[in-house]
């Protein structure tokens, strides 16, 4: 079974930094397409940056485009979000999300996600 661990969450003031992380691990990963998604109170999960298998390819929502960068390393089954300029509004949970083995392109669908980390809480203060 898949099972995704992101880390990295905390308290910071706006325009701070923070990195994100997620360790994926278990029977039948596969290094697929994976994305962080994010939920904030009374709000519904959106979509904030997801990545292809290869790491060739990137999508951002329009509100984190040239804030957040997505990575991953496939040799160490690992998924990061780099997070500057940190604004309240990114105040949310934020989850790693992994697609099954079939699926390997970068899609903004969350629910091409199969797998989902537990989330970590990112709280920025003004």
């Known amino acids: 079974q898949v099972q995704l661990r992101e880390f990295g969450g905390g308290l910071v003031q706006a325009g701070a930094s923070l990195k994100l992380s997620c360790s994926a691990s278990g029977r039948g990963y596969s290094n697929s397409g994976m994305g962080w998604f994010r939920q904030a109170p009374g709000k519904e999960r959106e979509f904030v940056a997801v990545i292809s298998r290869s790491g060739d390819t990137q999508f951002y929502a329009d509100s984190v485009k040239g804030r957040f960068t997505v990575s991953r390393s496939n040799a160490e089954n690992m998924l990061y979000l780099q997070m500057n300029s940190l604004k309240p509004e990114d105040t949310a949970v934020y989850y790693c999300?992994?697609?099954?083995?079939?699926?390997?392109?970068?899609?903004?669908?969350?629910?091409?996600?199969?797998?989902w980390g537990q989330g970590t809480q990112v709280t920025v203060s003004s």
């Open positions: 999300a992994s697609q099954s083995i079939f699926g390997i392109a970068a899609t903004i669908d969350s629910s091409r996600y199969v797998y």
